[in-house]
């Protein structure tokens, strides 16, 4: 029998408060969207909030967190059910954000709501494993991954003696800063100086010498080679493999994507993956086709509600020097985008990107079509940030855009009627 099934695929889900309330007919474009989901056989975003009620919360925020503290009330889940999503990606930075207590908290809600999830666990190999999900068109299992994270947001490895920690499937990065012969010299002499020679290793930036200076990054190999294994495994178990990896090096403004992912999003499609879904950065990155199955570097923002949170814990306002117990959300969402920050998300880049659905039949890819969509940066504060199918003018501006960013990858696809296409034997693919 055939296996011919839809798969939706949306980035980043900062979500904070309903969307649903918008009325499909009155708000065609809302509810276009939400057509769109719905209709596919599967479609998966990355949820990246916790997800709990802040008056019953029994935890704390975390010592460390992954740029602000991000959460939600359970409703926001309702929300994304109810706009048609079933796999739900949960790897990335702001996980633990509220501490292993905000992410078992967020766990028992979506297992609350019978949601398929992947990328937080009890420990290490938990937070490692598939999820599966069955469809008329055949099963379909995602993993999800993290290459960006606090460290104590990393779930911790069983032992036959004591247990794992709690955490997310993190991809543990190395980095060095590599200087040239002078200015390795001079450094050296610095840290001599100081007394301490492990200082910048404690900051995982050690200190060593090459030809140029550079920042060089490395994935950690013992974490590449689980998350292949588990892709390994889904793969003799389900029919489709879906890989999510959460990744915003080198820079949320950058983007290209380091060249180390592309050899670790290229190795997971060796070990099986049919598709690797790629977001975190807030914006658009480009789309690799390799071995006839898709890389996207980045699918950039599908919701973020960053203007509409409360309360914040103290450190956050502490970010811009406020006074941490007599100022408010609002004054601190306005001394953030002021200042140009990382955080801020006054760019309009950040406000629009494609939800690509792909057609399978048989495991093979035989088509593509990628959806431009807008998040309303202009709008108010209640809408600012909830996506739409983009409008026709400004739906060609953000399909140029994601054009010459896949063209960089020797990617192409036919723009027409609103949307991009791909079908079998267009664009280039690797071997």
């Not at 695929?9 to 939400?34: K, M, N, S, V, Y």
């Not at 492990?198 to 995982?204: C, E, I, Y």
């Not at 290209?256 to 914006?283: E, S, V």
Request: glycine share 10%; net charge negative; charged share 20%.
């Amino acid at each position: 029998m055939s296996s011919d099934w839809t798969i939706a695929a949306a980035g980043d889900a900062l979500i904070t408060h309903r969307i649903t309330q918008h009325d499909r007919a009155e708000d065609p474009r809302f509810g276009a969207l939400g057509k769109l989901i719905e209709s596919a056989d599967v479609s998966t975003v990355n949820l990246e909030t916790s997800v709990f009620d802040l008056r019953s919360f029994a935890g704390w925020p975390a010592a460390e967190r992954g740029g602000s503290y991000l959460v939600a009330p359970p409703i926001v889940l309702d929300e994304l059910l109810d706009l048609g999503f079933r796999l739900f990606a949960r790897a990335n930075n702001h996980a633990g954000d509220w501490g292993i207590e905000g992410m078992l908290a967020t766990t028992a809600e979506l297992d609350r709501r019978g949601m398929a999830h992947a990328g937080v666990g009890m420990h290490l190999a938990d937070a490692s494993a598939p999820v599966y999900i069955d469809t008329v068109g055949g099963r379909v299992a995602m993993i999800s991954l993290t290459t960006t994270f606090p460290v104590s947001s990393k779930a911790g490895d069983q032992r036959p003696d004591i247990v794992g920690r709690p955490g997310c499937n993190g991809i543990s990065l190395t980095r060095r800063l590599q200087l040239s012969t002078g200015l390795y010299d001079e450094m050296t002499r610095v840290v001599d100086a100081h007394g301490d020679p492990s200082l910048f290793d404690r900051s995982n930036l050690g200190i060593s010498q090459g030809t140029e200076s550079a920042i060089v990054e490395h994935p950690s190999p013992s974490d590449v080679d689980r998350v292949l294994a588990e892709i390994d495994k889904a793969n003799a178990l389900a029919d489709l493999v879906l890989v999510h990896g959460h990744t915003h090096e080198p820079a949320n403004h950058v983007v290209a994507p380091p060249g180390w992912l592309g050899d670790l999003a290229r190795r997971c499609i060796d070990a099986g993956a049919h598709a690797y879904i790629g977001h975190g950065p807030h914006q658009l990155r480009g789309i690799e086709m390799y071995r006839s199955r898709p890389i996207f570097y980045s699918l950039g923002n599908f919701i973020v509600h960053r203007d509409t949170q409360e309360p914040l814990p103290a450190d956050q306002y502490a970010v811009f020097g406020l006074d941490q117990q007599a100022s408010h959300p609002h004054e601190y969402y306005a001394a953030r985008d002021q200042s140009k920050h990382r955080m801020s998300m006054t760019t309009p880049e950040y406000h629009e990107s494609v939800v690509p659905v792909m057609r399978f039949s048989d495991g093979e890819l035989v088509e593509m079509d990628l959806h431009p969509i807008e998040l309303c940066v202009d709008g108010s504060p209640g809408s600012r940030g909830t996506p739409r199918m983009a409008e026709p003018a400004h739906a060609t501006r953000i399909l140029g855009r994601m054009a010459g960013l896949a063209q960089e990858f020797g990617f192409t696809f036919d723009i027409r009627d609103g949307k991009g296409r791909w079908r079998t034997g267009a664009g280039k693919a690797g071997t």
